[in-house]
């Protein structure tokens, strides 16, 4: 159960490539919208939900008959994810209560994610959503505790009670392990935020004892399927199986958390000036082979169409051109492969920094038109280009 935040974390920040993108990065099912967050469902939480009755119903089996036991087990899964849900929402309430956007709630194998926009301005509210989660799960497992000591129940509801009760204490405590990309680790990059002044201090250190965290769950995972022999040994596997994949998803979120700090310390350099492409201009009757060629002859990496008074009305695709055949471009006009230039895809040659990383987030596309403070064209910007620019970090 993590949340995330801001948009550039584990990946280059120059973002999507065209209008679909929103569409091909849903994280699963959209379920419905609350408080106006979208509420997504991955297909990989119908697996845990079968795998979730199946082992449960063994233990429901011995107060219910089969084919109840299945369907109390299953309801067992729903509640259980029900209250990762609940953890998922108090971040994004608490988020949006200090006016951070919530991009979404995701529901997944592992548990759920809430995708928040940007970052917390401070230490003490980043410290306070992270903590917002693990403590609905402290709660509700008090309240399970509460409900079983007081209350005289039937043999199934006390099943579910305790079961959820100990899900979410399990819960609550694991995300308050203290490394990145989980809630503790979220706590501990506040705490060292706190103390330096500086957010990248706490995300590195705490990204850092992430990698120590996902290693320990390894080793905790090895341990039981060394020692549990006997009738608790497919358990032990089982076990080992998992903190594999816990400890896999702990090492790639820490990771990313210490990558993503490297690549904010790039961005203040970044310059659209120094990355652009030369661009050769074009009517859009001009065949795409003679364009190719005066481009070539300009030593230019971009071509844009203008009309024939020199203003630019459209950008060249690279990749279209890429994917023509040498013998059609004779016979395709270089118009044909354009795509219209809107004022959100003119840009500032003299563009840098968040500024610029921030202008390409708002209108995602593969090619920008830079221009100099009186409208001359002074090049090409690719997003190739910029991604380029974080490689390797």
């Not at 917390?120 to 980043?126: F, I, K, L, V």
């Not at 500024?355 to 997003?383: F, H, K, N, Q, S």
């Amino acid at each position: 159960m993590t949340h995330s935040a801001p948009p550039t974390e584990g990946r280059t920040p120059a973002g999507g490539t065209g209008p679909d993108d929103d569409r091909a990065a849903r994280p699963g099912l959209l379920m419905g919208r609350l408080l106006g967050v979208p509420i997504y469902v991955s297909p990989s939480w119908f697996l845990v939900a079968v795998l979730v009755t199946v082992m449960f119903e063994g233990q429901v089996h011995d107060v219910v008959t089969r084919p109840l036991s299945y369907l109390v087990a299953f309801t067992y899964a729903v509640l259980l994810y029900g209250s990762v849900f609940v953890h998922e929402l108090s971040h994004a309430v608490t988020a949006r209560a200090f006016g951070l956007p919530v991009r979404s709630v995701t529901l997944h194998i592992l548990g759920g994610e809430t995708s928040i926009e940007r970052e917390a301005p401070t230490p003490g509210r980043e410290f306070l959503i992270a903590f917002a989660g693990p403590l609905v799960n402290l709660v509700l497992a008090g309240l399970g505790l509460l409900l079983h000591a007081t209350l005289p129940l039937p043999d199934v509801a006390l099943l579910l009670i305790e079961a959820l009760t100990f899900a979410n204490l399990l819960v609550g405590v694991f995300n308050l392990l203290p490394g990145l990309p989980l809630d503790g680790g979220r706590l501990v990059r506040a705490i060292v935020w706190k103390a330096t002044g500086r957010s990248r201090n706490g995300a590195i250190f705490a990204g850092w004892v992430g990698r120590a965290v996902a290693i320990g769950c390894l080793i905790a995972g090895a341990y039981l399927a060394t020692y549990n022999t006997g009738e608790g040994g497919g358990i032990g596997w089982l076990a080992l199986l998992w903190s594999a994949l816990v400890a896999s998803f702990i090492w790639v979120g820490a990771t990313q958390a210490i990558r993503a700090e490297r690549v904010r310390d790039r961005i203040p350099l970044l310059s659209a000036r120094r990355l652009a492409r030369r661009a050769t201009l074009v009517t859009a009757d001009v065949p795409l082979a003679e364009a190719i060629r005066r481009a070539q002859q300009d030593h230019a990496g971009a071509i844009v169409i203008a009309d024939h008074d020199g203003k630019p009305l459209g950008l060249v695709n690279e990749k279209a051109v890429t994917a023509t055949p040498e013998h059609r471009r004779p016979w395709i006009s270089a118009g044909d492969l354009s795509r219209g230039i809107d004022d959100h895809l003119t840009l500032p040659a003299d563009i840098t920094g968040e500024d610029l990383i921030e202008a390409l987030r708002r209108a995602p596309a593969t090619e920008y038109l830079l221009v100099e403070p009186d409208g001359r064209v002074y090049g090409v910007l690719a997003v190739t280009d910029v991604d380029r620019a974080f490689a390797g970090v």
